[in-house]
C-alpha cells in the first residue's frame, strides 16, 4: 500500500504521520505542496497537522489553493483515500471535500492534552479497526477545533453513518461532539485528534495505530 503525505510550510505532523503509515507496512512518499502530481500508485493521500502557512487569512484557506490540492481533488474524486488529520481536517473542508468549517475553540484558547473519544461508526476503511461505541484516547493540539455545521448537514452526517468519532468530553464546542466525519462514499476522512502521536505505546498509548492498520492492511494488494 503506498501512502503520499502532502507537506505544507507549517506543517509540522508530516514525519509523525510517515512514521506511523510506515510502521503499519506502508510505503510513504513526502510531496511538496507545489507539486502538481501525487506519485504513481498512490492508495491514500495523508494531509498532516500543523500550521500550514502560519494559519494566515484562515486555518487551511491558503494550503487548499495550493498546486498539490487540485491532484488530491482529483484522486477524491477517483474514490481515492484521503486522511486529514488537525490542519489536514481544516484543509479539507476549505477545499469542500467535506462539509462544514472549523471555528475558534469556545473557550479561545490553544489546547493540547490527550482526550477520550467514542468510536461512532466501524464502517469505513478508517475505523474498521475499532468496534462501533469503543472508547479511546488520542491527543488534540488546536486553536480552531470547534467543528461547525448547522442541524440539517449535522442530521445528513447522522442519517448516513457519517460521524466517524465524538469527544467523550468536548473540549473545543463542536456541534453534536464531534471529532471526525466521513465524506459520501467514506474514503475520506477529517479529524481533529491526533492518530499518529498516538500509534506506539512508547509516545504514551498506541490506540491511533488501529487506524493504520486497518487501512494499511484493507488497501494492501492481494
Not at 507496512?25 to 500508485?41: F, I, S
Not at 500550514?52 to 484557506?61: E, I, K, N, P, V
Not at 481533529?192 to 494492501?220: I, K, N, Q, V, W
Amino acid at each position: 500500500m503506498k501512502a503520499a503525505v502532502i507537506v505544507f510550510p507549517g506543517s509540522n505532523c508530516d514525519r509523525d504521520l510517515a512514521v506511523a503509515f510506515r510502521d503499519a507496512g506502508a510505503e510513504v512518499a513526502m510531496v511538496w505542496h507545489k507539486d502538481t502530481d501525487l506519485p504513481q500508485g498512490t492508495d491514500v493521500v495523508a494531509v498532516p497537522g500543523g500550521f500550514s502557512f502560519g494559519d494566515y487569512l484562515r486555518c487551511g484557506a491558503i494550503a487548499a489553493r495550493s498546486p498539490v490540492v487540485r491532484a488530491v481533488r482529483s484522486h477524491a474524486e477517483r474514490g481515492g483515500y484521503v486522511l486529514g488529520i488537525c490542519n489536514g481536517f481544516q484543509i479539507l473542508t476549505e477545499t469542500g471535500l467535506l462539509p462544514g468549517a472549523l471555528m475558534r475553540n469556545t473557550g479561545l484558547r490553544y489546547i493540547c492534552r490527550t482526550v477520550p473519544l467514542r468510536v461512532a461508526s466501524a464502517e469505513s476503511a478508517f475505523t474498521s479497526g475499532y468496534r462501533k461505541g469503543a472508547s479511546i484516547d488520542l491527543p488534540i493540539a488546536h486553536h480552531d477545533g470547534n467543528y461547525t455545521l448547522d442541524a440539517d448537514g449535522v442530521a445528513r452526517l447522522r442519517d448516513a453513518d457519517r460521524i466517524a468519532f465524538t469527544y467523550g468530553d468536548n473540549p473545543n464546542g463542536s456541534v453534536a461532539d464531534i471529532a471526525g466525519v466521513l465524506s459520501g462514499n467514506r474514503r475520506v476522512l477529517g479529524m481533529m485528534p491526533h492518530p499518529e502521536r498516538a500509534a506506539d505505546p512508547a509516545l504514551g498509548g498506541a490506540d491511533g495505530s488501529a487506524l493504520f492498520r486497518a487501512l494499511t492492511g484493507m488497501l494492501a494488494p492481494a
